[in-house]
C-alpha cells in the first residue's frame, strides 16, 4: 500500500530551481503537520522544512531563505519550492509526517511508511 508518493526531483545546476510535490494519503496527511525531509550521500535524513495543518512553517536553517514549503489541505499535497539551490542540497528528498514535542520536531526515525523519495542532484 503506497501512503506517499513523491515527484518533481531531477539535476539542477547551482543557483538554480526546483518545485517537489508529494502526495499523502489521508491517514498521513489530515490534520497533521507535514515535513520534507533530506537524506544526502552517506548522512542522515534530516527534516529541512515542516508545515502545520494551520499552514505555519519551520525550516532547518541550512535552508532558511531559499527554500519554501506549503501544502493544500484540499487535494492532501505538500509543496517545497526550493530556490538559489547549493551543491550540498543534493540528496533524495521524502516527505512524511512531522511532529513536534515541546520545541523540537521528532526525528524522521520516529515514523514509518516513508515513500520511495525523489533524488535532486545540484551539480556545482
Known amino acids: 500500500q503506497v501512503l506517499v508518493v513523491e515527484l518533481g526531483g531531477g539535476l539542477v545546476q547551482a543557483g538554480g530551481s526546483l518545485t517537489l510535490s508529494c502526495v499523502a494519503s489521508?491517514?498521513?496527511?489530515?490534520?497533521?503537520?507535514m515535513g520534507w525531509y533530506r537524506q544526502a550521500p552517506g548522512k542522515q535524513r534530516e527534516l529541512v522544512a515542516a508545515?502545520?495543518?494551520?499552514?505555519?512553517?519551520n525550516y532547518a536553517d541550512s535552508v532558511k531563505g531559499r527554500f519554501t514549503v506549503s501544502r493544500d489541505n484540499a487535494k492532501n499535497m505538500v509543496y517545497l519550492q526550493m530556490n538559489n539551490l547549493k551543491p550540498e542540497d543534493t540528496g533524495v528528498y521524502y516527505c512524511?509526517?512531522?511532529?513536534?514535542?515541546?520545541?523540537?520536531?521528532?526525528?524522521?526515525?520516529?515514523?514509518?511508511?516513508w515513500g520511495r523519495g525523489t533524488q535532486v542532484t545540484v551539480s556545482s
Open positions: 508545515v502545520t495543518s494551520g499552514g505555519s512553517t
Open positions: 489521508g491517514s498521513i496527511f489530515r490534520g497533521n503537520a
Open positions: 512524511n509526517r512531522a511532529t513536534m514535542v515541546g520545541s523540537t520536531w521528532l526525528p524522521p526515525t520516529a515514523f514509518d511508511s
